[in-house]
């Protein structure tokens, strides 16, 4: 994702807005609802302070159709399921309903789903990913051979001697099934990964969280003062629209009904609705609304500042903030995603009856009961639509998350500790790594084509199943994500990665699987590079000339 320069002057209209909102529904609250306005001021003192002193923040080509068929049947589920978008299916339909078909979207919706022109229908989902890793299947993967000196004699030219790649370069391949590497280039040596930053925030959130995590968003009723509390569970994937683009396939849920969960996502208006139901049990009709925001902490602002490619980081928001009806890649954001969430609630409840006041910041307490919650899909289909699209706003969640349940701050300092620790517990090695995001925007991030390629190892290990959505995932050469619009011949549909683009930043991370059968996993990093187009070229024919035969 190629991120624009960044534009100071555009942060001072925002911040001006912001303020404005934030004391106009205050002064209203309190000339309506004056006990619950004390009531929340008297709790949450110290925060609103914080937060006025501080800043918020993917054509099949007939050649490759044919290859893939006839690897279908041997070494293609080793490297994940063949569907229109290649990404997992099996194991999730196989556990919901075994009548499902391939396809998924990643929530892209009809007309948007990232599947290039001409692109076949979506074909029925595959057997097992990686099941030939497992040893569990015959004609699965195969060990790569050992001649190192034939692949740097392959690999030299393409991206030692390379001058698009710029002054800085390192590189690695290794064999999936033993770890090995086969081909290393200042391995060691730590450069600005970018996006490619994605694959380890996706392998920490998943052994902190497990893949079948999910965020909750809930309202509370506090009692003493009857003020209704939306309390944010770092969901960015809420949505407040009526028609979630029919993302119920790509996010099937066997725990929660379509109408629970607005088709897969969790639905804001379905929360709404179910909160006024409660609420009328309880004859209640008016309430003041707040917003709770607290599960992080420290600045909503990224580094990068007010920025298209993200929203302001904050544990209430829904449809990542967006202005249009966008689900990926860069938009316009609104400048304060909690208060634009609780105010479409707002709405939402007054078309069941409840009328609401502007909503403001405050805190649930312990003593609040919940009236309703909405849950998103699973941890493991959050990381594939991370690692698809490229999605920063889920990485950010998720690193969040993982502080969380590590015992972190729940900052962007605690988030970067807190991926740091999850993979030094592993055993990865973490020498010269550093992590200020999640999302890889931040340019002071630091990654070693060792660390990649282990992450992609730790993936590939058939005893840690539940890191299986770090490889299927990632998206597949000319046909979904991020790599939907590259390799146009030669490895479409054999290559399977995690792009990374910055300003003078080009890297590439992922697998592929070799004409003769062997899984490796690559980690290609270009840095201070003048030419993103020649760049990215570069990189492509490196890992085309690992599938070539």
């Given at each position: 994702m190629t991120v624009p320069e960044l534009r100071p002057w555009r942060t001072a209209g925002p911040r001006v807005a912001r303020a404005a909102g934030a004391v106009r529904p205050r002064l209203t609250r309190f000339a309506r609802t004056a006990t619950p306005w004390v009531a929340r001021f008297a709790r949450t003192t110290a925060p609103q302070l914080a937060r006025i002193t501080r800043p918020k923040t993917w054509q099949y080509t007939a050649g490759a159709a044919t290859a893939g068929l006839a690897l279908a049947a041997g070494v293609v589920t080793a490297a994940g399921p063949w569907d229109s978008t290649g990404q997992?299916?099996?194991?999730?339909?196989?556990?919901?309903?075994?009548?499902?078909?391939?396809?998924?979207?990643?929530?892209?919706?009809?007309?948007?789903?990232?599947?290039?022109?001409?692109?076949?229908?979506?074909?029925?989902?595959?057997?097992?990913?990686?099941?030939?890793?497992?040893?569990?299947?015959?004609?699965?993967?195969?060990?790569?051979?050992?001649?190192?000196?034939?692949?740097?004699?392959?690999?030299?030219?393409?991206?030692?001697?390379?001058?698009?790649?710029?002054?800085?370069?390192?590189?690695?391949?290794?064999?999936?099934?033993?770890?090995?590497?086969?081909?290393?280039?200042?391995?060691?040596?730590?450069?600005?990964?970018?996006?490619?930053?994605?694959?380890?925030?996706?392998?920490?959130?998943?052994?902190?969280?497990?893949?079948?995590?999910r965020l909750t968003t809930r309202t509370a009723l506090e009692a003493d003062t009857g003020e209704l509390v939306l309390v944010g569970g770092g969901d960015p994937t809420l949505t407040a629209r009526e028609d979630d683009g029919g993302t119920s396939r790509s996010w099937g849920s066997p725990r929660a009904s379509e109408a629970e969960s607005g088709g897969g996502l969790a639905s804001l208006r379905t929360l709404a609705e179910k909160t006024a139901a409660a609420l009328k049990k309880r004859d209640v009709r008016k309430v003041t609304l707040s917003y709770d925001t607290t599960l992080y902490a420290g600045t909503d602002l990224h580094p990068i500042g007010v920025n298209e490619n993200l929203a302001r980081v904050t544990a209430l928001m829904a449809d990542e903030g967006r202005t249009d009806d966008s689900t990926s890649g860069p938009a316009p954001r609104v400048a304060d995603p909690a208060d634009a969430a609780a105010r479409a609630f707002a709405g939402f409840l007054k078309q069941h009856g409840i009328t609401a006041s502007p909503p403001g910041p405050s805190k649930a307490t312990g003593r609040a009961a919940t009236l309703a919650t909405v849950s998103s899909p699973p941890l493991s289909a959050l990381v594939e639509r991370m690692l698809t699209n490229s999605d920063n706003d889920l990485a950010e969640a998720l690193a969040r998350h993982t502080a969380v349940a590590t015992g972190k701050r729940a900052d962007f300092a605690g988030a970067g500790a807190a991926?740091?620790?999850?993979?030094?517990?592993?055993?990865?090695?973490?020498?010269?790594?550093?992590?200020?995001?999640?999302?890889?925007?931040?340019?002071?991030?630091?990654?070693?084509?060792?660390?990649?390629?282990?992450?992609?190892?730790?993936?590939?290990?058939?005893?840690?199943?539940?890191?299986?959505?770090?490889?299927?995932?990632?998206?597949?050469?000319?046909?979904?994500?991020?790599?939907?619009?590259?390799?146009t011949d030669g490895a479409a549909g054999l290559v399977r990665a995690k792009t990374g683009t910055l300003t003078g930043v080009n890297t590439l991370a992922g697998t592929i699987t070799t004409p003769d059968g062997h899984l490796l996993g690559f980690a290609f990093l270009a840095n201070a590079t003048t030419d993103a187009w020649a760049a990215q070229s570069a990189l492509d024919r490196a890992a085309t000339t690992l599938a070539s035969p």
């Open positions: 997992r299916t099996a194991e999730r339909d196989r556990a919901v309903a075994l009548d499902h078909t391939g396809g998924t979207d990643h929530g892209r919706g009809p007309g948007n789903s990232g599947t290039a022109p001409g692109s076949p229908r979506p074909a029925p989902s595959a057997g097992p990913v990686l099941a030939g890793l497992g040893g569990t299947t015959t004609g699965g993967v195969k060990a790569a051979p050992g001649d190192r000196a034939a692949l740097a004699d392959l690999l030299d030219p393409l991206l030692k001697d390379a001058p698009a790649l710029g002054e800085r370069r390192a590189a690695a391949v290794v064999d999936l099934t033993t770890g090995k590497r086969l081909y290393g280039l200042d391995s060691g040596t730590a450069l600005t990964p970018a996006s490619t930053t994605k694959i380890a925030t996706a392998v920490a959130a998943l052994t902190a969280l497990g893949p079948d995590h991926i740091t620790a999850r993979l030094k517990q592993l055993g990865l090695p973490v020498d010269g790594a550093r992590f200020h995001d999640g999302s890889g925007l931040d340019r002071t991030d630091l990654i070693t084509p060792d660390l990649l390629t282990a992450l992609l190892t730790e993936a590939a290990d058939p005893s840690r199943p539940q890191l299986r959505p770090v490889l299927t995932g990632l998206p597949v050469a000319h046909f979904t994500g991020t790599l939907a619009g590259r390799y």
